[in-house]
C-alpha cells in the first residue's frame, strides 16, 4: 500500500514536471541495480547509515545523469524514513507509468535466442486491437528443453517440452 501511494504521487510529481519518462529509465536501473547488489537492500533498512549517505547511494544507482526530479523524490523517501521501501516503489512506479502510458509488458523465455521476425511477429499480435505499445523482452532458458514461455501482462503461455513433462509426471 505504501509503496503504490508513493508511485502514484511520484508519477503525479514527474508528470506535472515532464519528466515521467525519464524517471522511468532511472527506476528502471535502480531496480536492476537492487537485484544485482542485494547488499544494497540491506544498507537501505540499516538505520546506522546515515540519511545523508542513503541518498547518495540511491542517487548513484539510479545512473551516472540523474534529473534533479529524481532526486527530489529520492531525497524526499529517504527524508521520509521510507528508504526501505524504495524497491518497491521503484517496482510500482513502473505499473503506474505502463498503465498511464498504455505500455503492456510482454516476455518470451525460448532455449536459443528468439530471432527478429519472431519478435516482430509476437509484438504485432500482442498489441493488435489495441491502441497499446509492447515493451518486449526476450531471454533464454537451456532448461525448457524445447518450445517456449510468453508472458503478456498477467497471463503467461507456457507451451514449453518441461512444462509438458511435468503435467505428464503429475497425472502419473
Do not use: W
Amino acid at each position: 500500500m505504501i509503496s503504490t501511494r508513493y508511485a502514484r504521487a511520484i508519477y503525479a510529481f514527474a508528470a506535472e514536471k515532464s519528466s515521467e519518462d525519464a524517471v522511468y529509465r532511472e527506476m528502471k536501473l535502480l531496480i536492476h541495480n537492487f537485484s544485482a547488489y542485494p547488499v544494497l537492500r540491506k544498507v537501505m533498512s540499516d538505520p546506522t547509515v546515515s540519511s545523508n549517505e542513503k541518498i547518495k547511494l540511491l542517487t548513484t544507482a539510479c545512473g551516472i545523469q540523474v534529473g534533479e526530479v529524481l532526486k527530489h523524490i529520492v531525497r524526499t523517501v529517504v527524508e521520509n524514513g521510507r528508504a526501505n521501501q524504495m524497491e518497491n516503489i521503484a517496482l510500482m512506479y513502473g505499473e503506474v507509468y505502463k498503465k498511464a502510458k498504455g505500455i503492456v509488458s510482454a516476455q518470451l523465455t525460448t532455449v536459443e535466442p528468439a530471432g527478429e521476425k519472431i519478435k516482430a511477429a509476437l509484438i504485432k499480435v500482442i498489441s493488435n486491437g489495441t491502441s497499446e505499445n509492447v515493451e518486449f523482452q526476450t531471454h533464454t532458458d537451456p532448461e525448457l528443453i524445447g518450445g517456449f514461455v510468453l508472458e503478456v501482462g498477467d497471463q503467461r503461455l507456457d507451451a514449453s517440452v518441461k512444462d509438458q513433462l511435468r503435467r505428464m509426471r503429475y497425472e502419473f
